[in-house]
């Protein structure tokens, strides 16, 4: 076989350039009349002169193909006629005598490439846009390495060597073919590279010995590639395609194909030439490509930030959806007009017209932001506040051919962030400053011209007595009522904080320690006005002023602590004695039956104290503790309270806790907290049965026992919703079976013989 004509003769472009120098040492007579050079002027020619890259840059690419970590490129090459033309190149390494070069196929894509940039310029500006830059869909470039060493020897190599050209057809990636022009295209020679590409020896298919090759197409591209051949066969040409194939081990791979018709004599198809190449990795990362490219240009369409793209003069080219609403300009409206007609700004601050990023740009040749606090002006007058970056969209060269920007609206997150400083410096449920921002404007403050500085120091008072009583909800709506009372009374650039759970501070610049005291005690008027749960807020206060520049601003502070210190001592005990009536009488007010039993267990537990010959103190204790036992059941819902049939599970886990709740109230009272565990443990049983914390015996204290009894015996005594009352005999049998099991025997049988013994 002619394997120099099959070289020669193909239609398709063809080089072999030395691996090492770069120099051309084969082209075929297409490559001649592609590149145009007079002669054989072309053979000596170094790649670089062709190339329109650096020579330091096709030396880079000439050592990657060498190396096989890159084959496919995509190049411009200069023609002998100035003209660029744009060209895809596979490239890859064949080994003769010891040599390395490089076997290249030319395909020129100028065209191609020129009819999809009418369908494709924005995505070309997508790519620009978004990621400002994204060359193009693959790298390219034809890989050219080293000089030839010879032209006439390796010439000559080319020209009578057969057995050479059989070497390098067996060297070649892929598989060179001769075959006929039929539906089975049966198979006349086969390089070696077959069996790398479709795993069948070529024997296998010369002659359709094993298979024929159009079993091995896929499918679906079988009658494809018929009509693509007929087509080419009919207008002449270069036939090219792209296709998949099944191997023997039944794996699909991606191959190129190149190949022309071989004309006999008589002007009829004598055969088909060609070159089928492994392309699946370089298909991959296309497909993949063509699938980021999609994404990138409905991300464009469909993102939320706006982009607008202009040409090297600041004239408007391309504007995406958002743009077009975050502008009020029409794409058609604004393409052609000045960048600074279609995106107006101004600096919040001054109303000035803000520097125009498209300048900036080109100015500088490099990214370039909007200042904070800008504010675009749309097309109907509207404005809002936005943030942008305007970078280059430079050509192959390195010039600035336009620039990109890309905006979006952050008047919301202006907002947010406005609502977290807010946040950051503001309490939460009073909406006074907090105590970070109290402390920065305590530095602030601290200066001769806020002389004299007033401190006023606020504490409310029995707030966690509201809170054990009627619950967290109502101590907060206690603090936000004085917050709001705080507020109220002070002037707007007055520093008003609530620094701690129940403590507030308000700073005064410029304000007299008279007036600071005249302030403090109308806002403690204005606070015993407020009520929560029909209890009346109290707050205790301290207050001082710096008048002297030399007085640290933190013995100011103290002063105002040491005064509020000493007013809470003798107002918060009084305050929580009252709030503890008046929790007690809410409680018999909310349920009527409640004010008739506590009432009689005062009174049984007194007589009862008595009976057991206790102290005056312990019988007043007694009384007191039988009178506010229940008092713990204020945190119970009137549900519960007036419940008309047996409890829940859940209402009945409810009222067991108002042992605990009435512990809480009582011991924070002066009055009443010599009382407050027989109160928590008068559920406790002789036994341990009982609750909050299962103690028995004498381990309960004697208040406590004292108090189970009388309770019990008032209960059984009195009618409820759910139950009639019992009679007295029948209550004095139940406390004696109980004796020695849920009561202490002793303090029944005193109870039995000594107090309620007239009742019979």
């Excluded at 918060?572 to 009432?599: F, G, K, M, V, W």
Aim: aromatic share 8%; proline share 4%.
């Amino acid at each position: 076989m002619d394997f120099f004509g099959l070289f020669n003769n193909h239609g398709a472009v063809m080089l072999v350039i030395d691996a090492e120098t770069g120099a051309i040492v084969f082209a075929n007579q297409a490559a001649h009349t592609y590149y145009g050079f007079p002669g054989t002027s072309l053979v000596p020619m170094n790649i670089a002169k062709i190339n329109t890259l650096s020579p330091e840059e096709v030396a880079r690419e000439r050592q990657a193909a060498a190396r096989e970590e890159r084959n496919f490129f995509v190049f411009r090459h200069r023609l002998h006629s100035g003209e660029i033309r744009t060209v895809e190149v596979r490239s890859y390494p064949v080994r003769l005598q010891g040599e390395t070069y490089l076997y290249s196929i030319v395909t020129d894509i100028s065209d191609q490439l020129a009819l999809e940039a009418a369908h494709t310029r924005n995505t070309r500006l997508t790519i620009a846009m978004l990621g400002f830059v994204l060359l193009v869909l693959g790298i390219a470039g034809v890989v050219l390495l080293k000089s030839a060493k010879r032209e006439a020897f390796h010439r000559k190599l080319f020209e009578q060597s057969e057995r050479k050209y059989r070497g390098m057809i067996a060297n070649v990636p892929g598989m060179v073919y001769r075959c006929k022009f039929d539906r089975q295209w049966t198979m006349e020679f086969l390089s070696q590279g077959c069996a790398d590409l479709t795993g069948y020896e070529p024997s296998e298919l010369l002659g359709n010995a094993v298979i024929d090759f159009n079993s091995i197409i896929h499918p679906d591209y079988r009658e494809f590639l018929w009509e693509k051949w007929q087509l080419v066969a009919s207008q002449g040409g270069t036939f090219n395609a792209e296709y998949r194939i099944v191997t023997k081990g039944n794996r699909e791979k991606w191959v190129w194909e190149q190949g022309y018709i071989v004309y006999g004599k008589n002007g009829q198809v004598e055969a088909l030439d060609g070159l089928i190449m492994d392309i699946s990795r370089q298909k991959e990362t296309q497909l993949l490509l063509q699938k980021n490219e999609a994404k990138l240009w409905a991300t464009l369409v469909s993102v939320g930030d706006g982009v607008i793209t202009t040409d090297a003069y600041g004239k408007v080219e391309f504007l995406n959806p958002t743009a077009e609403q975050l502008t009020g300009w029409s794409a058609a409206d604004a393409v052609g007009e000045p960048f600074t007609r279609v995106f107006t700004i101004l600096r919040e601050h001054d109303r000035a017209t803000a520097d125009d990023p498209v300048q900036q740009v080109f100015a500088t040749q490099s990214v370039a932001a909007l200042p904070d606090n800008t504010m675009l002006v749309s097309r109907n007058g509207g404005e809002r506040a936005i943030s942008d970056s305007a970078a280059p969209i430079k050509d192959s060269s390195g010039a600035v051919v336009g620039v990109v920007v890309v905006f979006k609206d952050c008047s919301l997150e202006k907002a947010r962030q406005r609502e977290i400083e807010y946040i950051s410096f503001r309490d939460y449920l009073t909406g006074l400053y907090n105590r970070r921002f109290y402390e920065e404007e305590l530095r602030r403050l601290d200066t001769p011209r806020n002389l004299p500085l007033a401190i006023i120091m606020a504490d409310v008072n029995a707030l966690k007595t509201i809170n054990d009583a009627f619950g967290h909800e109502a101590g907060d709506e206690m603090l936000s009522k004085i917050g709001a009372v705080l507020k109220r009374e002070c002037r707007a650039d007055d520093i008003v904080a609530r620094i701690g759970g129940d403590e507030f501070v308000v700073l005064l610049p410029r304000t007299s320690e008279q007036a600071a005291a005249a302030l403090a005690l109308r806002i403690a008027e204005k606070v015993r006005q407020e009520v929560v749960c029909d209890i009346p807020v109290s707050v205790s206060l301290g207050w001082a002023a710096k008048t002297e520049d030399s007085e640290p601003a933190a013995d100011t502070l103290k002063r105002a602590e040491d005064l509020l210190y000493r007013k809470k001592v003798v107002e918060n005990i009084n305050t929580r004695n009252q709030i503890i009536h008046l929790i007690l009488q809410t409680l018999l007010d909310r349920s009527p039956a409640e004010a008739i039993h506590a009432e009689r267990v005062r009174e049984l537990s007194g007589n009862l104290a008595d009976a057991l010959q206790l102290s005056p103190r312990e019988v007043q204790d007694a009384s007191r503790a039988g009178e506010v036992h229940d008092i713990g059941k204020i945190a119970c819902s009137q549900h519960v309270l007036l419940r008309t049939s047996p409890l829940t599970d859940a209402e009945r886990t409810e009222l067991r806790r108002h042992p605990e709740t009435g512990y809480r109230v009582l011991s924070t009272s002066t009055e009443f907290a010599s009382v407050a565990d027989g109160v928590l443990s008068h559920h406790e049983r002789w036994d341990g049965t009982g609750y909050p914390k299962g103690l028995c015996g004498e381990d309960i204290p004697l208040l406590a026992r004292i108090i189970a009894v009388a309770d019990a015996y008032a209960d059984m005594v009195s009618p409820r919703p759910y139950r009639p009352a019992r009679e007295h005999r029948a209550a004095v049998e139940e406390l004696v079976r109980c004796s020695g099991s849920q009561f202490d025997p002793e303090i029944v049988r005193c109870f039995v013989e000594k107090v309620i013994v007239s009742f019979e």
